[in-house]
């Protein structure tokens, strides 16, 4: 025996055994019944563990399958919205009307909506101004950029009167998108 090999021979432990080989030899030294007894530990442990991940995989499953309608539904809810933007995409922008024919245009359009308004042109532009209600005038403007391709500039409000209705008075942009 060497000097290097003692300190490990003496605290009971071989210098070459791997840990599997050392839980080998500690198994092997055990009593019949020990052995035994740790089979069924190990046993009963993972028959554990394997219930429940089968268990956890069966409430996820479960749970996929209660979802899995509503995401089909989503799906084609995005299939037809993407069908109709290419739609859109693919229809021609509307032309512009002539300039002498905007301020009648305009004028059909609130009416349509029940806006009191007047309107004018002023160079390249056109001026409105009138009485409304606010979702009213909203809609009225989306309706004007869309149809006749007008772009308001400048909106300024003042507070709705006793009526009910807001003073307005907006700008154009002709042409715009």
Do not use: K, N
Request: hydrophobic share 50%; with cysteine.
């Amino acid at each position: 025996m060497t000097a290097s090999s003692t300190p490990a021979l003496a605290s009971g432990r071989s210098p070459a055994l791997s840990p599997i080989a050392r839980l080998r030899a500690w198994y092997a030294a055990c009593a019949p019944r020990e052995r035994r007894m740790l089979v069924l530990a190990v046993a009963v442990v993972l028959g554990g563990a394997l219930i429940s991940t089968a268990e956890q995989l069966a409430a996820e499953r479960e749970r996929l399958a209660r979802r899995l309608p509503a995401a089909r539904l989503a799906y084609l809810g995005m299939e037809q919205d993407s069908l109709g933007l290419a739609a859109l995409r693919e229809r021609p922008t509307p032309t512009a009307p002539p300039l002498a024919a905007l301020p009648d245009s305009i004028r059909a359009a609130a009416s349509a909506r029940g806006i009191e308004a007047a309107a004018r042109i002023a160079g390249d532009r056109v001026e409105v101004g009138g009485r409304t209600t606010l979702p009213a005038l909203v809609d009225w403007l989306a309706t004007l950029h869309a149809e006749q391709r007008l772009r308001p500039t400048r909106l300024e409000l003042q507070a709705a009167g006793t009526d009910g209705l807001a003073r307005f008075d907006a700008m154009f942009e002709v042409g715009g998108q």
